[in-house]
C-alpha cells in the first residue's frame, strides 16, 4: 500500500479503505456513480467473497440508494433457502459452477429490487479435490436479461489474493451491465 492511501485513511476505522487496492476502491466509486446517474440499483449474492463486494459497495457515501441489498449464501443450504437455487442443481453440478453462478443471480434479482445483479461462487482457497485451487464463477444480469458469466482460474495464490481479484471482475461486470443500459 503506498504512503498517500494510508495518509488519506489514517483512523478511518470504519471501511475496508486502509486494507484495499485504489484501484478496486476506484472500480467501486466509479460503478456507484454510474447507477447514481441512470437510476439503477445493484445487489449481490455472495459465496467465496462472503460479503466483501455489498461491504464495498456500502463503504461509498451517499450512494445507498445506487445499492439494493447483498446476499452472503456461502452454504449450499443458503443458496437454496436465500436465492432459490434448486438442490438437485447443486448436486448435478456442484456449488461451484456456471450453473450456480447463474441461478445465484437470478435469484438475486427475485429476492431484491435491484436492475443489475452479480453473483459469485468459488474457491477462494483450496478446492476439495485439489485441482480446481482458486475457480471462481461470476453471473451478472440486468433484469430481464440473461445472464453473463464468466469463470476465473486464480490458481492457489491463496484467499486473500483470489478474494480481491474477484473484487476487480465483479465491479467490472456491474459496471458493464449498468452500462449497457
Do not use: N, W
Not at 446517474?37 to 455489498?54: F, M, N, Q, R
Not at 485451487?133 to 458469466?149: I, K, N, W
Not at 464468466?150 to 458493464?176: C, Q, T
Amino acid at each position: 500500500m503506498d504512503d498517500k492511501k494510508t495518509q488519506d485513511h489514517e483512523g478511518d476505522a470504519k471501511t475496508l479503505s486502509p486494507l484495499l487496492p485504489q484501484d478496486v476502491e476506484d472500480a467501486a466509486a466509479t460503478l456507484l456513480e454510474a447507477c447514481c446517474d441512470a437510476g439503477i440499483k445493484v445487489a449481490t449474492a455472495e459465496s467465496c467473497t462472503g460479503g466483501l463486494i455489498a461491504s464495498l459497495l456500502t463503504d461509498v457515501e451517499g450512494a445507498s440508494h445506487a445499492f439494493d441489498r447483498g446476499f452472503v449464501a456461502y452454504s449450499e443450504d443458503a443458496k437454496c433457502a436465500m436465492l432459490g437455487v434448486r438442490r438437485d442443481e447443486i448436486d448435478r453440478h456442484g456449488a461451484v459452477s456456471e450453473a450456480v453462478a447463474k441461478a445465484m443471480v437470478r435469484g438475486a434479482l427475485e429476492y431484491s429490487g435491484a436492475d443489475v445483479a452479480l453473483a459469485i461462487t468459488g474457491y477462494a482457497g483450496a478446492a476439495p479435490d485439489g485441482e480446481e485451487d482458486g475457480l471462481v464463477h461470476f453471473a451478472c444480469m440486468r433484469r430481464g436479461g440473461a445472464p453473463r458469466h464468466r469463470a476465473e482460474h486464480f490458481g492457489p495464490v491463496g484467499r486473500g489474493p483470489v478474494r480481491i481479484g474477484s473484487l476487480r471482475i465483479a465491479l467490472k461486470m456491474m459496471r458493464d451491465a449498468v452500462d449497457e443500459h
